[in-house]
């Protein structure tokens, strides 16, 4: 059965980055892409971006343009999201999402349980 | 960038009546690509339909889709107990810019 297992939370001060982990399974992890997006508290759903995991092609939101860093690791099946220079704003659960797009984000079929990042001084 | 608009923001409703939730685009989407999802408190979204109309993996058939162009809707036909949650809508046509709508949360009367 597909699998989508995110890192742990995370606790953070301002300024600093975090990089969060998805660990796919139950499927061929080249043949579809990984889309990323957070909830902050009480609100609603934001994209942040999109990655292929079968050639490492990007789409970011641009609103964080410059501050994300999308990766994947294909010998081990995991997708990896970086943010940089977190502020408080930035505090929210992150999810991960299977994503059949195959040249940029669409629709998320499977998703992560996410990882609660907390920026606090 | 679409803007989606949800409407109505929160919906009031019985087990066993028809709910209907709207997504009002502020441009065209392009070849449908429109999705629901599903949330509910401390849980993952849930897709439901993407392409506007079809039904995801495992979704009973009380949930319909439909639409185009800039209107779409989300139809249950017959709540059960287990629907009362937030749902939103997503455009992904004018990708790499995907964008969600803000939500209706639909709870019981």
């Known amino acids: 059965q597909v699998q989508l297992v995110q890192s742990g939370a995370e606790v953070k001060k301002p300024g600093a980055s975090v990089k969060v982990s998805c660990k796919a399974s139950g499927y061929t992890f080249t043949s579809y892409g990984i889309s990323w997006v957070r909830q902050a508290p009480g609100q609603g759903l934001e994209w942040m971006g999109w990655i292929s995991a079968y050639n490492g092609n990007t789409n970011y939101a641009q609103k964080l343009q410059g501050r994300v860093t999308m990766t994947t690791d294909t010998s081990t099946s995991t997708a990896y999201m970086e943010l940089r220079s977190l502020r408080s704003d930035d505090t929210a659960v992150y999810y991960c999402a299977r994503d059949p797009g195959r040249y940029s984000g669409s629709s998320g079929d499977y998703w992560g349980q996410g990882t609660l990042v907390t920026v606090s001084s | 960038e679409i803007v989606l608009t949800q409407s109505p923001g929160t919906l009031s409703l019985s087990p066993g009546e028809r709910a209907t939730l709207s997504c009002r685009a502020s441009q065209s989407v392009s070849s449908s690509y429109l999705a629901w999802y599903q949330q509910k408190p401390g849980q993952a979204p849930r897709l439901l339909i993407y392409?506007?109309?079809s039904r995801a993996t495992g979704i009973p058939d009380r949930f319909s889709g439909s639409g185009s162009g800039t209107d779409f809707t989300l139809t249950i036909s017959r709540l059960e107990p287990e629907d009362f949650a937030v749902y939103y809508c997503?455009?992904?046509?004018?990708?790499?810019?995907?964008?969600f709508g803000q939500g209706t949360r639909l709870e019981i009367k």
């Open positions: 997503q455009q992904y046509g004018s990708s790499p810019r995907v964008t």
């Open positions: 392409g506007a109309s």
